[in-house]
């Protein structure tokens, strides 16, 4: 089964293109905006395809050519502007959609944003982001792709732990509702195939649960 890693060279994509490669079911592509990051991948053994998510559909759908499922894990990154978090976190993740569609690709799993379909939750500096984040959800939910949809916690380089939380309650200040980069990988290789996961939305933190039993209970 092959999986187009669209944003492969960000930390969560970087993650899962290896879990990926290590197992005997999923062959990664990654999707990248540069060459050198083509070369990088190519010198691991893992396939990569350059392309751009400010480019057309026509464009994206080249790189989609005998994949089965797609995961979208690309951001614009907290250095850019808000013009450029439109371009990225929203078109670019619309037109990825559309293109999946076309090509009839039907497994599409989303990495968005903690409680980005809850306006009310959303910071004030980082509005524009949620912004793109919960319409680009929006399109998906109300697209023809077969979609899960995972909100992260605030993410971290630490070792992975293994296990999360689905849906949490926010709660007082002190409780950073994290997780790391490596353990939202995971939970995106244990999804690919989980039906329960079809079709739904949910915020994850770390938790109590390990992530096999969580996803049981959605």
Excluded: C
């Excluded at 619309?94 to 799993?109: G, L, Q, S, W």
């Excluded at 697209?143 to 630490?158: A, Q």
Aim: overall charge negative; hydrophobic content about 40%.
């Amino acid at each position: 089964m092959n999986i187009l890693v669209v944003g492969a060279n960000g930390q969560i994509g970087t993650h899962l293109v290896e879990k990926l490669k290590n197992t005997e079911t999923y062959k990664p592509v990654a999707f990248v905006r540069k060459e050198e990051q083509v070369t990088k991948f190519e010198d691991k053994g893992i396939e990569a395809r350059l392309g751009n998510l400010e480019s057309s559909v026509t464009d994206l759908k080249k790189s989609m050519k005998d994949i089965d499922a797609i995961v979208f894990t690309a951001g614009s990154g907290g250095s850019t502007g808000t013009d450029k978090t439109m371009l990225i976190d929203l078109d670019g993740a619309v037109k990825v959609m559309e293109a999946a569609e076309d090509m009839n690709i039907k497994r599409f799993i989303m990495v968005s944003a903690f409680q980005a379909d809850v306006r009310e939750n959303w910071s004030e500096e980082m509005k524009p982001y949620f912004a793109a984040k919960h319409y680009a959800d929006k399109f998906l939910m109300n697209s023809d792709l077969n979609y899960t949809i995972i909100r992260p916690g605030m993410l971290e380089n630490k070792p992975a732990i293994g296990k999360i939380a689905l849906t949490r309650a926010l709660t007082e200040a002190s409780d950073p509702m994290t997780i790391p980069r490596e353990d939202v990988a995971q939970l995106i290789l244990e999804a690919l195939e989980n039906d329960r996961t079809y079709l739904q939305s949910f915020d994850v933190t770390t938790g109590d649960q390990e992530i096999t039993e969580a996803l049981k209970g959605l």
